[in-house]
C-alpha cells in the first residue's frame, strides 16, 4: 500500500462505545482523507486535511470527528458509534509531485457497530 | 444530481473485448480527473489521470470533454485480470481537493 496504514483492520463495537481509527502515511503528503464505503453508495467523504493542524467535513460528517496534529498521522475518532456506522473507512493520502500526484489508500477498516 | 454519475453496470464481457466506462461530473470548475480501479474487498488503486488531450497507457484510453463535463475510459482487449469496479473520481472545486467518487462500474471479464 505504498507507505499507508489503517489501524485496526477490524473492529466491533456495541452501540454507544468510541473508538479512533489512526491512518499513517510516511511519504509526507499533505492531503489526507477518510471515505466510508458501504454497498451501492460507493465510497463517500467523511472529513479531510489539506495540512498539519488542518480538518475540513465531508459528504458525511456527522458523528465523526477527526484531528491531524502531525503531518504523517490523521485520526478519525467515533464518539458514540451507532450501528449507522457500520462500514467499511479507507483512509487516502495524496501528494502532488513536480510529475503528477500521488494517490495511495490504505487497506480498509472494517467496522460493525451492534 | 450527483456530482460524478457513472453508467451502473454491471458489464460482463468476453477476454478480449473492448469495454467503454463513462462519468459525467457537475462542476464545471473541477480540475483533475482519475479512473481508480478497485478488487473486491480491497482498497480502490489508481489506475490514471485523465488529461485534457486525453491520455493511454497500454491498454487503457481515457478521455476528457470538459465542454459536457465527461470522461470516459477505454479498456482494449479485456484480460479476465481486468475483472474489477471502475471508479470516476473528480475533484469538486477549482482546487486539486477534495476527491468525490463516483459510485464505480463493474466489469466481468469472461473466458
Known amino acids: 500500500n505504498a507507505g499507508v496504514t489503517q489501524t485496526p483492520k477490524f473492529r466491533v463495537l456495541k452501540t454507544g462505545q468510541s473508538m479512533t481509527l489512526l491512518c499513517a502515511q510516511d511519504m509526507n503528503h499533505e492531503y489526507m482523507y477518510w471515505y466510508r464505503q458501504d454497498p451501492g453508495m460507493g465510497l463517500r467523504l467523511i472529513h479531510y486535511s489539506v495540512g498539519e493542524g488542518t480538518t475540513a467535513k465531508g459528504e458525511v460528517p456527522d458523528g465523526y470527528n477527526v484531528s491531524r496534529l502531525k503531518k504523517q498521522n490523521f485520526l478519525l475518532g467515533l464518539e458514540s458509534a451507532a450501528p449507522s456506522q457500520t462500514s467499511v473507512y479507507f483512509c487516502a493520502s495524496i501528494g502532488f509531485t513536480g510529475t503528477g500526484v500521488e494517490q495511495y489508500f490504505g487497506p480498509g477498516t472494517r467496522l460493525t457497530v451492534t | 444530481r450527483k456530482e460524478v454519475e457513472q453508467d451502473p453496470g454491471p458489464f460482463n464481457v468476453p477476454e478480449g473485448a473492448t469495454v467503454a466506462f463513462n462519468c459525467t461530473y457537475s462542476n464545471s470548475a473541477s480540475q483533475s480527473f482519475f479512473w481508480y480501479r478497485q478488487d473486491c474487498r480491497k482498497e480502490p488503486k489508481l489506475l490514471m489521470s485523465?488529461?485534457?488531450s486525453g491520455n493511454e497507457d497500454g491498454r487503457f484510453t481515457a478521455q476528457l470533454n470538459r465542454a459536457s463535463q465527461y470522461i470516459s475510459l477505454l479498456i482494449r482487449d479485456s484480460k479476465l485480470s481486468d475483472s474489477a469496479t471502475y471508479l470516476c473520481v473528480v475533484t469538486i472545486g477549482a482546487g486539486n481537493t477534495p476527491l468525490v467518487f463516483g459510485k464505480g462500474t463493474r466489469l466481468s471479464v469472461i473466458a
Open positions: 485523465v488529461y485534457s
